[in-house]
């Protein structure tokens, strides 16, 4: 079995050497217990922020789809699959008794996702996915014909999130790092525009594509994107604050003058942790999954493959290389 641990925490940009690839040998497993081998690996924007703060020595955190290779707990046979979070992170082999953990989340899920790839359960069926679903439907309130900007729209959340507007009839801006990302958007998932954030001025084209200004912003990025997106709202639009990944690796904290826009154009701005509705995971994912099966909803995920690659992947993440989920295959 092979596992990541963290020697040094990140500061900055996260480096190689703050991880290290260790072998382990497991003990052999108890009554209660079973041994599961990872298939996918997920690689999220949050792990960066977790692990300023995270124990030296311990375990990389994340999630991952595992096979039960092994059991002896009679709710988790052997040959099924399991979304692993609590207890598992970037190790290859882990040994789960897939309770609850002190948060309240499973430890491991079981998951039956039909004929589709098992790795969309940690994208468009896992955490992602709700965060779009409850991020966008519950918070902010949609109505058709409104206006929605979003922010790391080519992400495992963001491009979601702009599906979803589609469905509900909104008319969507999409913000986001490269122009192939745009075509994606705009082509194939039905974007009404895009705005390019490092060749072009955000605050300019949305001038310009809807000078009224817009009701809506779903932010994944936060910061400057962030502030020239308020500065073209309407009164009274409706902000999700979903993340501020802009600013995940900074060293110090930048003062961004949002507030301004805020308060002249009273904004109405909602922040929210996707595992604090864990209890209600499975209504996004009956849904979501029913839009999928009928074409509603497409997937795209960026798979990188081989464990020793897992911090690769999360750099590739970092840098925007990612439409879609970032995924590793073991
Ligand atoms: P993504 O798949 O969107 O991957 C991260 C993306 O961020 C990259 O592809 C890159 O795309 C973009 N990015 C990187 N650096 C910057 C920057 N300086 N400015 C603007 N964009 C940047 O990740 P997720 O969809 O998983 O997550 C999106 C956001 O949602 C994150 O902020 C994350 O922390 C947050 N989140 C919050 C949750 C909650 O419960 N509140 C749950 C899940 C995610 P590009 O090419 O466009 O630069």
Redesign the pocket.
């Known amino acids: 079995a092979k596992r990541f641990i963290l020697v040094k925490r990140f500061v900055g940009f996260p480096k190689p050497t703050d991880l290290k690839l260790v072998e382990e040998e497991l003990p052999p497993i108890k009554d209660g217990e079973f041994l599961a081998e990872a298939i996918y690996l997920s690689v999220?924007?949050?792990l960066r922020k977790k692990v300023s703060s995270f124990p030296v020595g311990d375990t990389m955190v994340g999630t991952q789809v595992a096979k039960i290779i092994e059991s002896k707990n009679p709710k988790f046979p052997v040959g099924k699959h399991v979304v692993g979070q609590a207890g598992f992170g970037w190790r290859t082999h882990t040994i789960s008794n897939g309770e609850l953990t002190a948060e309240g989340l499973n430890s491991a899920v079981l998951i039956d996702l039909a004929d589709l790839p098992l790795s969309l359960a940690l994208g468009i069926l896992g955490?992602?996915g709700y965060?779009a679903y409850f991020?966008f439907l519950e918070m902010l309130q949609p109505k058709a014909g409104e206006w929605l900007v979003i922010?790391?729209a080519?992400?495992?959340?963001?491009n979601v999130v702009g599906q979803l507007a589609k469905i509900k009839g909104l008319k969507v801006i999409g913000i986001?790092?490269?122009d192939e990302?745009g075509k994606w958007l705009k082509k194939e998932l039905g974007f009404d525009h895009f705005i390019n954030?490092k060749t072009q001025d955000v605050g300019a084209e949305l001038q310009r594509i809807v000078p009224e200004g817009v009701e809506l912003y779903f932010d994944?990025?936060g910061?400057d994107?962030s502030t020239a997106v308020m500065n073209n709202m309407k009164t009274f639009g409706r902000i999700t604050s979903?993340?501020?990944?802009?600013n995940y690796n900074d060293t110090e904290l930048k003062v961004v003058p949002l507030q301004h826009a805020l308060v002249s154009r009273q904004l109405k701005m909602r922040?929210?942790?996707?595992?604090s509705l864990a209890n209600r995971w499975n209504e996004a994912f009956k849904q979501n999954l029913e839009w999928i099966q009928q074409g509603k909803l497409k997937y795209r995920e960026t798979i990188t493959e081989g464990f020793h690659n897992m911090f690769n992947a999360f750099i590739d993440?970092?840098?925007?290389?990612?439409f879609?989920?970032?995924i590793v295959k073991v």
Do not use: E
């Open positions: 999220d924007p949050y955490m992602p965060s991020g922010s790391g080519a992400g495992a959340v963001g986001a790092g490269s990302k954030y994944n990025v910061g994107v979903c993340g501020s990944i802009s922040g929210f942790q996707i595992v993440m970092l840098n925007g290389r990612n879609g989920k970032a």
